[in-house]
């Protein structure tokens, strides 16, 4: 069976970082770019409480999340990565681990920090708890 990778991707430069580093360490992998669309960061606004809103906001969500997933699936295509993309919805740590035991993972590389601001400081350290929590060795790079 062929070797799964999960990069959990969300934009940040160390997230691109860890994907270009997968890559090079599992270059007949399958890379797993997984993205998550975190809830919680919309309800931090005043527009929030516009029944609108969340629908716009998740739509909004969801065509960055293609378009990010885009641009990293091109760069994989130019190295001959085969690739996978996958966008869930709900608390990124969870989301992660629990995609990691359900999928048929065998390693995760990922970013030592993603997002910065409101939502970081709510969520801790994604890497931190994704290692602590993991059934598959974790590769955090920086």
């Known amino acids: 069976m062929a070797t799964r990778v999960l990069v959990p991707v969300d934009g940040s430069e160390h997230a691109e970082h860890a994907t270009a580093v997968a890559?090079?360490?599992f270059p007949d992998?399958?890379?797993v770019l997984l993205h998550v669309i975190n809830p919680a960061e919309a309800g931090?606004?005043?527009?929030?409480?516009?029944?609108s809103f969340s629908e716009e906001w998740y739509e909004k969500q969801k065509k960055s999340a293609?378009?990010?997933l885009d641009?990293?699936?091109?760069?994989a295509s130019e190295e001959d990565v085969d690739v996978e993309r996958v966008?869930?919805?709900?608390?990124?740590t969870r989301v992660i681990v629990e995609y990691t035991e359900d999928e048929d993972i065998d390693h995760v590389v990922m970013g030592s920090h993603g997002r910065k601001g409101v939502s970081r400081?709510?969520?801790?350290?994604?890497?931190?708890?994704?290692?602590?929590?993991s059934p598959v060795p974790v590769t955090v790079t920086r």
Do not use: F, H, N, W
């Open 23 to 25: 890559m090079d360490l």
């Open 29 to 31: 992998a399958t890379l």
């Open 44 to 51: 931090y606004s005043a527009q929030a409480s516009i029944p």
């Open 66 to 68: 293609a378009e990010l």
């Open 71 to 75: 641009g990293m699936e091109a760069r």
């Open 87 to 92: 966008v869930e919805v709900g608390k990124p």
């Open 121 to 133: 400081v709510l969520l801790g350290s994604v890497a931190e708890t994704v290692v602590r929590r």
